[in-house]
């Protein structure tokens, strides 16, 4: 008998570019759906948007009151949201070149944004009052108010294919909402210290989830259970991200460095060096490309595979 052996995936990602991008920490970042285009909101209350071919700065954008948290490209790339610490989420349209709205229901400072992912008129947020919201772009108004953490909600991210949203919150769970009925319909326990980031992967059936002490967790949305968890060190785990196969974890840490595990094993495949201090935020290229990488040192960079 012929037994089928699957290789594991290949982690080789080599610092390509790095960008001095802000005169601040860069908190978030997010690659274009279809351009060579990488957007950046930092501490210093600005986000940018920056060509991966020219390497030139295309737009820059302020209007918040302190620092920004989160930043994301609508589906279609036409416009962009952002998210920050004055409560609020902005959403700025790029042939208008200015804030087209401005979202402002939560009480406390604004943590994280997603848009469906098929849709560019509904966007999530996620905030330290301890709620989450399902925002109609097409309105302005907010559709459902999900309640439940007993803590900040930290993260927040879509299922694809679905109309349920995914949390993580300081109060160390993992939660999934159904955005028609605005209830909980599943929660992930396990970890042991705030969750930072959550994210799914693209083919909707995963999770993974990072925490303040280093862990991520990977987890079966259908079977409910936790199918691996590794340590990405001692240090703090800021994000942490499927690559579009959802083979790869790219995982942000405190200690400046990013690691790539196995998602069916829990093996670390590679450690990448590079940024002078925390690594705040990662994210990968539609096409795998490219992982892209920001930090306390100020500077976003880019990892060619």
């Known amino acids: 008998l012929e037994t089928a052996y699957n290789p594991p995936p290949v982690a080789r990602w080599g610092l390509s570019k790095t960008y001095q991008a802000h005169a601040g920490p860069v908190s978030s970042v997010a690659v274009h759906p279809s351009k060579p285009i990488v957007a950046t909101a930092s501490d210093d209350g600005t986000w940018k948007m920056w060509s991966l071919n020219s390497t030139e700065l295309i737009m820059s954008g302020d209007g918040h009151k302190g620092w920004l948290s989160g930043i994301a490209f609508a589906p279609g790339g036409r416009q962009l949201a952002t998210s920050a610490e004055d409560a609020t989420v902005k959403i700025w349209d790029f042939e208008k070149s200015r804030c087209v709205q401005t979202l402002m229901e939560h009480t406390q400072a604004v943590w994280g944004i997603a848009y469906m992912s098929d849709s560019p008129d509904f966007l999530a947020s996620a905030s330290m009052d301890h709620t989450a919201k399902l925002w109609d772009l097409s309105t302005g108004r907010c559709r459902q108010t999900f309640r439940g953490h007993v803590d900040a909600v930290n993260s927040i991210c879509f299922q694809p294919y679905s109309n349920n949203l995914c949390t993580g919150s300081g109060d160390k769970t993992v939660s999934l909402w159904d955005c028609r009925s605005g209830l909980c319909i599943q929660t992930f326990y396990g970890h042991k210290n705030a969750i930072n980031s959550v994210s799914f992967s693209l083919q909707g059936d995963t999770i993974v989830s990072a925490d303040a002490d280093g862990t991520c967790r990977i987890w079966d949305v259908r079977r409910v259970a936790e199918i691996q968890a590794v340590s990405a060190g001692r240090h703090p785990c800021?994000?942490?991200?499927?690559?579009?196969?959802?083979?790869?974890?790219?995982?942000?840490c405190d200690d400046a460095t990013i690691r790539c595990f196995d998602t069916s094993k829990g093996q670390l495949l590679q450690t990448m060096a590079g940024h002078a201090d925390a690594v705040q935020c990662c994210a990968f290229a539609t096409?795998?490309?490219?992982?892209?990488?920001?930090g306390s040192d100020n500077s976003f960079r880019t990892w060619a595979g």
């Open 238 to 252: 800021n994000q942490a991200v499927f690559d579009p196969s959802g083979k790869i974890v790219a995982a942000a």
């Open 287 to 294: 096409d795998s490309s490219l992982l892209v990488s920001g």
